[in-house]
């Protein structure tokens, strides 16, 4: 069986699916996504002669509340460790196939999964021979911070828990980030700020935010159970604005360039907000920009397109500047030019994805040299830069939610033209896949989107927050929502989240090691 502990009220209760059945088990590795628990491997013998070793996977939604089978290992194995990369990705090292408990003899091979499938990662992998171990306690430990992609990216990890003798695999979590819609004049306030004192209003709308490291939780152990693991956070691009995040508080910080500054100019200053409160002012952008997508990636802050135009809803401005900043050990960045995205293009999303192995930039939609696209263009990166036009979706939009749930890119809603009077609401969500260079419309089995444009999005787990934007259609009442919904990409479902405090467009969204999600930013203003 499976107990659900409460700690918060101190009672527990065993788990009775609606569907599916958890097969008996124990010495399972495990690892989360999002909601869902992998339990890997294990001994299903009941004897310390004949231990059993199985490579069954199953996979138990904690929202759903069901279990399903899901893909086997390529080894059966017991006591083995796991752990999630940044992508989602399931890691499993050790372990043993042995059928005895006393003479236990570790495997050798590491195992991936990826996209549902097990791979055998090449022995170098595991340095040493001898390297791996039954029952050890292995850790995730990504560089520095999440690599997302513009705006946009990429996974929180999570603690894989596996054990065996007694002790627990913990994976370490990483944060994801999120890229948030643009935004229009009269918004926030510029504060100014000296390093390392704390400056007030200094957030602008359609600023591009990036967050820096997020710190490692460990799983402790007890004998024979499962690892704990931490929940792990997906990142986001957010399509529209010029917000990115990708920060953990509070731990890390969380970085904003740009945007539509308080007083109504476009802005070029850099700041980041400490884990304190303190807003710090740091470098200016070569060109005051709002409307950009951007991304940690690489321990650098990556900053694509833009407009030199303050208002939104607009087709003038577009901008080809790639800015970048290596984020040093005192947090400091000093910008400098990455080169130029060929073509001038704003309120669009950015993120790095894999195709095929490689990893690419990916612009989606947007204000595209100034008419509104539905176009996904795909660039060489970090090199080059050259520019493939990878595929035209059904649906121009900018404003638009950008987001990426393992290798699929989600553009959901925005606004379709340039007219004052009549913005067009754009009411779906596209699902882009850039391995096959295909995309498709959402169909939702049960739930539906609220049209919006210039909000904010989240991604943790399998899940995308879609936060606030702008309900209106004219550039004159844009009316700002605190509504949020919650897109299942698992179960393809919309669902009704709880809303913001403020109603407001263009703000940011990061999330954090932990999971929470934290937006700043963005405007009321009609």
């Known amino acids: 069986n499976c107990e659900k502990i409460d700690v918060n009220t101190s009672t527990y209760s065993t788990m009775s699916f609606t569907s599916g059945s958890l097969t008996a088990r124990a010495y399972a590795a495990s690892a989360v996504v999002g909601s869902l628990i992998y339990i890997i491997g294990g001994a299903t013998g009941v004897t310390t002669t004949a231990m059993a070793a199985t490579a069954s996977v199953q996979v138990i939604d904690t929202v759903a509340n069901t279990v399903v089978n899901g893909p ?12 999630v990369a940044e992508n989602g990705d399931i890691i499993v090292l050790g372990g043993t196939s042995n059928g005895s408990a006393t003479a236990s003899l570790a495997l050798q091979t590491v195992e991936r999964l990826s996209n549902g499938v097990w791979t055998v990662l090449p022995t170098a992998f595991g340095a040493n021979t001898g390297s791996f171990s039954v029952g050890m306690t292995a850790y995730y430990v990504p560089a520095m911070a999440v690599t997302t992609a513009l705006g946009t990216t990429s996974t929180g990890t999570t603690s894989s828990g596996t054990t065996s003798s007694g002790t627990t695999s913990t994976g370490t979590s990483s944060t994801g980030t999120s890229s948030t819609g643009t935004t229009s ?10 390093t390392g004192t704390t400056s007030t209003g200094t957030t602008s709308t359609g600023t591009t935010s990036t967050g820096t490291t997020g710190t490692t939780s460990t799983g402790t152990t007890s004998s024979g159970t499962t690892s704990t693991g931490t929940t792990s956070t997906g990142t986001t691009s957010i399509g529209t604005s010029g917000t990115t995040g990708i920060a953990p508080l509070p731990t890390g910080r969380i970085y904003f360039a740009g945007g539509t500054s308080f007083a109504g100019g476009v802005s070029a200053n850099t700041y980041y907000a400490d884990a304190s409160g303190n807003v710090v002012q740091l470098g200016s952008l070569t060109t005051a920009l709002r409307g950009s997508s951007g991304a940690f990636y690489d321990n650098t802050l990556h900053l694509f397109g833009g407009s030199t135009t303050p208002s939104v809803a607009v087709n003038t401005g577009a901008q080809t500047a790639y800015y970048k900043a290596l984020v040093n050990t005192t947090g400091s960045v000093s910008w400098t030019s990455g080169g130029t995205i060929t073509s001038g293009r704003a ?5 790095f994805a894999r195709r095929s192995g490689t990893t690419y930039l990916y612009l989606v ?18 090199s080059g830069m050259a520019k493939n036009e990878l595929l035209t979706s059904s649906s121009a939009r ?13 553009a959901c809603g925005g606004y379709s033209t340039f007219t004052a009077t009549a913005l067009g609401l754009v009411n779906n969500c596209e699902k882009i896949d850039v391995n096959t260079s295909t995309y498709s419309t959402m169909s939702f089995t049960s739930g539906s989107l609220t049209a919006r444009a210039y909000a904010a999005s989240a991604v943790v787990g399998s899940l995308i927050y879609i936060i606030g934007g702008a309900t209106g259609a004219t550039t004159t009442a844009m009316a700002a929502t605190a509504s949020v919904q919650v897109i299942d990409t698992v179960a393809n479902t919309v669902v009704n989240g709880p809303s913001l405090k403020m109603a407001r467009w263009g703000a940011s969204a990061v999330v954090a090691e932990n999971g929470d999600i934290i937006v700043l930013g963005g405007t009321s203003n009609g």
Do not use: C, F, Q
């Open 185 to 194: 004049t009269g918004t926030s306030s510029t504060g100014t700020s000296s």
């Open 347 to 351: 309120d669009h999303g950015g993120v």
């Open 72 to 83: 086997s290992l390529k080894m059966a194995r017991w006591g083995a460790s796991a752990v």
């Open 365 to 382: 939609h947007g204000n595209y040299g100034g008419t509104v696209t539905a176009k996904v263009t795909e660039y060489t990166w970090p």
């Open 398 to 410: 900018y404003g638009s939610v950008t987001a990426v749930v393992g290798n699929m890119i989600y």
